[in-house]
C-alpha cells in the first residue's frame, strides 16, 4: 500500500484500529511527536455528511451507513413491549465514531467513580489523576464557567452553551427548584442537580473528535488516514501483535507495525476483534475454532446505562418537533444566528443528576440522570423499538401532537452482560447482551427516577406550557394504572432504550485480577506490543454520558505511550 513508504520513514509506528472519539484523539496527540507515525484504520466513512453539523439531526443519522446498526439479543428482563425482545443499540461508524451520533453532552462523570478505577486497581487513574485530562480536552466559550476553576480553554473540544431555548425550559427549572433541588454545572464542585449543561459543539455546530482532533493533525505527515477498511484481526506472533489484517476495497491486505497496535474500536467492536485475534475467554474461542493465543475475559463486565421512557404532552399552543424543523423562520434563524430549534441539541432541554435516597444527599453520587426533550413520532414508531401494536394503542394517538418524554436512566448499574461471537465471520455482528435489570435494585432505581419526573411534569410551572401525561395506557400494563410503582415499573419491562453509554468489556484494572483484560498502562495481559484505548477499559461506567471521559482515557493513554519512547534530537 502507498503509505507503507511513508510510514517506513519514521522510528515509533502505530497500527490504530478505530477512528472514533479514543482513536481520533490518539491520532492527533501521538503524531505530535515526528518521530511517532499512525496509521488509523476506520471501517466507516472519513466524510461525515454534511447535515450531521447540525445539532437537532442526530437521530435522523441511525440506520445509515454512519451507524452499525447493531441490535441486542433478546432480553429476559425487559422487552415486552419490544420488537424480538431486542434493544436498538446505535453506534456510530465513520471518523468520529459516536461522537457522530450522540446528543454532544458534555459529561466528565462524578469524582468518585474514577477514585473507585484506583481503587479496585487501575493505578493512576483517581480523579485527581484524570482532572488534568479533562482540562487538556476542553476549550470552553463561557466565561461563566471559565471562572469556577473547573473548566478550561485552549483545548482541541469546543465546548458551548447550546444556541436554543425551548417554550418549557424554564418551567422545569422553576420546577425542580420548588422541589428543592439546584441548578448546578454538574462538571464542577457537585455533580447533584439540575445541570445548566453545555455541548460539545463548535459555533453552534456539532464538534465531533475528528472534527476537533484530526482535522488540524490531517496533513501531518506521520499520519494516514485510511477509511473504508474494515478490520478482521490482529495478526499475533509467538504471542506478540505485529500488524493488523484488514479489507480494503475489496482485497485483504495485512500491514505490520513496528512499534504497537491499539485497539481503539469501541466497547462492542473492540471486543469482537480481541476475540477474533484469539485473545478471549478460551471456551467460547475454541467453539469457533479460533486458536486461543490468550485466555482473557474479554466480552465480560458488560453494562450500560438504560433507560426507561415516560411520555408527556405540551400545550398545543407549542410547534411539534416536526412543526419546528419544517418553520422557515427557524431554518432562517439558524441559518443567520445560529440559533433556534435546528442548534437544539437532539432537542434535550434538560439534564439532571439525583440520587433516590435525597433531594441534596450529603454525599455527592448520584445514582440516577433524567433527561427531558421533545421528539417527533418517528422516535417510539423506529427508534425506541416498540412493537407497531405498542405504538398504535399508546403513542399514535399524539403523534401529530407537541410532546416531550423523560428518559429516566440508571447511573450506577449494578447488572452485568457480556459481548459475544456469533460466528468467526469479522462481517456478522457480535452478540450483544447487556443483561439489563438482571440485578432487580437496578429497575427500582429506574422507577424513583420515572416518579421524580413525573412530579416534575405534573407540577405547578409545568402548568404554564400544558404539561400532561399521555391519557392512553402502556399496553399490557393496563391493570397497574393507579398504582404509581407497579406501573412504571411494567413501563420499564416492557422496554428501555440504549444511551450508548456501554463500557467495560476489556476491563483495566491489576494485572494480577483474573477479572481484567488490560493493566493500567493499557497493555492487554499476557500479549507484547498490543494496547487497548476506548471505552471498554473502563472498569466501571462514569456517573453520566461517557463521549467525553473516553476522550480523557485517551488523552492520558497518548502520554503513557509517550513516555515510552524517546524520539531522536534530530527529528
Same mark, same amino acid.
Given at each position: 500500500?502507498?503509505?507503507?513508504?511513508?510510514?517506513?520513514?519514521?522510528?515509533?509506528?502505530?497500527?490504530?484500529?478505530?477512528?472514533?472519539?479514543?482513536?481520533?484523539?490518539?491520532?492527533?496527540?501521538?503524531?505530535?511527536?515526528?518521530?511517532?507515525?499512525?496509521?488509523?484504520?476506520?471501517?466507516?466513512?472519513?466524510?461525515?455528511?454534511?447535515?450531521?453539523?447540525?445539532?437537532?439531526?442526530?437521530?435522523?443519522?441511525?440506520?445509515?451507513?454512519?451507524?452499525?446498526?447493531?441490535?441486542?439479543?433478546?432480553?429476559?428482563?425487559?422487552?415486552?413491549?419490544?420488537?424480538?425482545?431486542?434493544?436498538?443499540?446505535?453506534?456510530?461508524?465513520?471518523?468520529?465514531?459516536?461522537?457522530?451520533?450522540?446528543?454532544?453532552?458534555?459529561?466528565?462523570?462524578?469524582?468518585?467513580?474514577?477514585?473507585?478505577?484506583?481503587?479496585?486497581?487501575?493505578?493512576?487513574?483517581?480523579?485527581?489523576?484524570?482532572?488534568?485530562?479533562?482540562?487538556?480536552?476542553?476549550?470552553?466559550?463561557?466565561?461563566?464557567?471559565?471562572?469556577?476553576?473547573?473548566?478550561?480553554?485552549?483545548?482541541?473540544?469546543?465546548?458551548?452553551?447550546?444556541?436554543?431555548?425551548?417554550?418549557?425550559?424554564?418551567?422545569?427549572?422553576?420546577?425542580?427548584?420548588?422541589?428543592?433541588?439546584?441548578?448546578?454545572?454538574?462538571?464542577?464542585?457537585?455533580?447533584?442537580?439540575?445541570?445548566?449543561?453545555?455541548?460539545?459543539?463548535?459555533?453552534?455546530?456539532?464538534?465531533?473528535?475528528?472534527?476537533?482532533?484530526?482535522?488540524?493533525?490531517?496533513?501531518?505527515?506521520?499520519?494516514?488516514?485510511?477509511?473504508?477498511?474494515?478490520?478482521?484481526?490482529?495478526?499475533?506472533?509467538?504471542?506478540?501483535?505485529?500488524?493488523?489484517?484488514?479489507?480494503?476495497?475489496?482485497?485483504?491486505?495485512?500491514?505490520?507495525?513496528?512499534?504497537?497496535?491499539?485497539?481503539?474500536?469501541?466497547?462492542?467492536?473492540?471486543?469482537?476483534?480481541?476475540?477474533?485475534?484469539?485473545?478471549?475467554?478460551?471456551?467460547?474461542?475454541?467453539? +469457533?475454532?479460533?486458536?486461543?493465543?490468550?485466555?482473557?475475559?474479554?466480552?465480560?463486565?458488560?453494562?450500560?446505562?438504560?433507560?426507561?421512557?415516560?411520555?408527556?404532552?405540551?400545550?398545543?399552543?407549542?410547534?411539534?418537533?416536526?412543526?419546528?424543523?419544517?418553520?422557515?423562520?427557524?431554518?432562517?434563524?439558524?441559518?443567520?444566528?445560529?440559533?433556534?430549534?435546528?442548534?437544539?441539541?437532539?432537542?434535550?432541554?434538560?439534564?439532571?443528576?439525583?440520587?433516590?435516597?435525597?433531594?441534596?444527599?450529603?454525599?455527592?453520587?448520584?445514582?440516577?440522570?433524567?433527561?427531558?426533550?421533545?421528539?417527533?413520532?418517528?422516535?417510539?414508531?423506529?427508534?425506541?423499538? +416498540?412493537?407497531?401494536?405498542?405504538?398504535?394503542?399508546?403513542?399514535?394517538?399524539?403523534?401529530?401532537?407537541?410532546?416531550?418524554?423523560?428518559?429516566?436512566?440508571?447511573?450506577?448499574?449494578?447488572?452485568?452482560?457480556?459481548?459475544?461471537?456469533?460466528?468467526?465471520?469479522?462481517?456478522?455482528?457480535?452478540?450483544?447482551?447487556?443483561?439489563?435489570?438482571?440485578?432487580?435494585?437496578?429497575?427500582?432505581?429506574?422507577?424513583?427516577?420515572?416518579?421524580?419526573?413525573?412530579?416534575?411534569?405534573?407540577?405547578?410551572?409545568?402548568?404554564?406550557?400544558?404539561?400532561?401525561?399521555?391519557?392512553?395506557?402502556?399496553?399490557?400494563?393496563?391493570?397497574?394504572?393507579?398504582?404509581?410503582?407497579?406501573?412504571?415499573?411494567?413501563?420499564?419491562?416492557?422496554?428501555?432504550?440504549?444511551?450508548?453509554?456501554?463500557?467495560?468489556?476489556?476491563?483495566?484494572?491489576?494485572?494480577?485480577?483474573?477479572?481484567?483484560?488490560?493493566?493500567?498502562?493499557?497493555?492487554?495481559?499476557?500479549?507484547?506490543?498490543?494496547?487497548?484505548?476506548?471505552?471498554?477499559?473502563?472498569?466501571?461506567?462514569?456517573?453520566?454520558?461517557?463521549?467525553?471521559?473516553?476522550?480523557?482515557?485517551?488523552?492520558?493513554?497518548?502520554?503513557?505511550?509517550?513516555?515510552?519512547?524517546?524520539?531522536?534530537?534530530?527529528?
Amino acid at each position: 500500500m502507498p503509505m507503507i513508504c511513508i510510514i517506513l520513514l519514521h522510528v515509533f509506528i502505530w497500527w490504530t484500529v478505530g477512528g472514533g472519539s479514543a482513536g481520533s484523539t490518539l491520532a492527533n496527540r501521538l503524531t505530535e511527536e515526528k518521530c511517532m507515525s499512525v496509521l488509523l484504520l476506520e471501517a466507516g466513512s472519513i466524510v461525515p455528511p454534511l447535515l450531521n453539523d447540525l445539532p437537532v439531526l442526530a437521530r435522523n443519522f441511525w440506520f445509515t451507513n454512519i451507524d452499525w446498526q447493531f441490535k441486542t439479543v433478546p432480553q429476559k428482563h425487559t422487552g415486552d413491549a419490544l420488537v424480538n425482545r431486542q434493544v436498538v443499540w446505535p453506534s456510530g461508524k465513520g471518523l468520529g465514531g459516536s461522537s457522530l451520533l450522540n446528543a454532544m453532552l458534555y459529561v466528565r462523570g462524578n469524582r468518585k467513580n474514577y477514585d473507585n478505577w484506583a481503587a479496585q486497581g487501575a493505578k493512576g487513574w483517581s480523579f485527581d489523576d484524570v482532572f488534568p485530562y479533562f482540562l487538556k480536552l476542553e476549550d470552553n466559550k463561557a466565561t461563566d464557567y471559565l471562572a469556577n476553576g473547573y473548566h478550561a480553554s485552549g483545548g482541541p473540544m469546543t465546548v458551548e452553551r447550546p444556541g436554543y431555548h425551548a417554550e418549557y425550559k424554564d418551567p422545569i427549572l422553576e420546577a425542580a427548584q420548588q422541589l428543592g433541588y439546584k441548578i448546578v454545572d454538574s462538571n464542577g464542585a457537585r455533580q447533584t442537580g439540575f445541570d445548566d449543561f453545555q455541548c460539545t459543539i463548535r459555533n453552534k455546530q456539532r464538534c465531533s473528535t475528528a472534527k476537533a482532533y484530526l482535522v488540524p493533525a490531517e496533513n501531518r505527515t506521520n499520519l494516514d488516514i485510511v477509511g473504508g477498511a474494515h478490520v478482521r484481526k490482529v495478526v499475533l506472533k509467538e504471542r506478540k501483535a505485529v500488524g493488523v489484517q484488514f479489507d480494503f476495497q475489496n482485497t485483504t491486505h495485512t500491514v505490520k507495525a513496528r512499534k504497537e497496535v491499539i485497539m481503539s474500536a469501541g466497547t462492542t467492536n473492540t471486543a469482537q476483534l480481541l476475540m477474533l485475534s484469539g485473545i478471549g475467554p478460551k471456551e467460547h474461542l475454541q467453539k +469457533f475454532k479460533i486458536p486461543v493465543v490468550a485466555d482473557l475475559p474479554v466480552g465480560n463486565n458488560f453494562h450500560d446505562h438504560c433507560a426507561a421512557v415516560l411520555p408527556f404532552l405540551l400545550s398545543p399552543k407549542i410547534q411539534s418537533v416536526k412543526q419546528k424543523l419544517m418553520d422557515p423562520k427557524n431554518i432562517h434563524q439558524y441559518i443567520n444566528n445560529r440559533t433556534g430549534p435546528l442548534a437544539s441539541p437532539e432537542f434535550i432541554s434538560s439534564m439532571s443528576f439525583l440520587n433516590t435516597q435525597s433531594v441534596t444527599p450529603v454525599v455527592d453520587f448520584p445514582d440516577y440522570e433524567i433527561y427531558i426533550g421533545e421528539i417527533p413520532k418517528e422516535m417510539p414508531e423506529k427508534q425506541f423499538g +416498540f412493537t407497531h401494536e405498542v405504538y398504535k394503542k399508546f403513542y399514535r394517538p399524539y403523534e401529530d401532537k407537541p410532546m416531550y418524554v423523560c428518559l429516566n436512566q440508571l447511573l450506577q448499574p449494578k447488572s452485568r452482560g457480556t459481548v459475544r461471537l456469533q460466528s468467526a465471520d469479522p462481517y456478522d455482528s457480535p452478540a450483544i447482551d447487556p443483561n439489563y435489570f438482571d440485578d432487580p435494585e437496578d429497575l427500582k432505581i429506574v422507577v424513583e427516577a420515572m416518579k421524580t419526573c413525573n412530579k416534575i411534569s405534573t407540577s405547578g410551572p409545568m402548568q404554564k406550557v400544558g404539561a400532561k401525561p399521555f391519557e392512553t395506557r402502556f399496553p399490557g400494563c393496563e391493570q397497574f394504572f393507579g398504582d404509581e410503582d407497579s406501573y412504571f415499573s411494567c413501563m420499564a419491562k416492557g422496554g428501555v432504550v440504549t444511551l450508548s453509554h456501554q463500557v467495560g468489556t476489556a476491563k483495566m484494572g491489576d494485572p494480577d485480577d483474573p477479572t481484567t483484560v488490560v493493566d493500567p498502562h493499557l497493555r492487554v495481559k499476557g500479549i507484547e506490543g498490543l494496547r487497548v484505548v476506548d471505552a471498554s477499559i473502563m472498569p466501571i461506567v462514569t456517573s453520566g454520558n461517557t463521549n467525553v471521559p473516553t476522550i480523557m482515557v485517551a488523552e492520558k493513554a497518548a502520554d503513557i505511550f509517550k513516555e515510552t519512547i524517546q524520539c531522536p534530537s534530530t527529528m
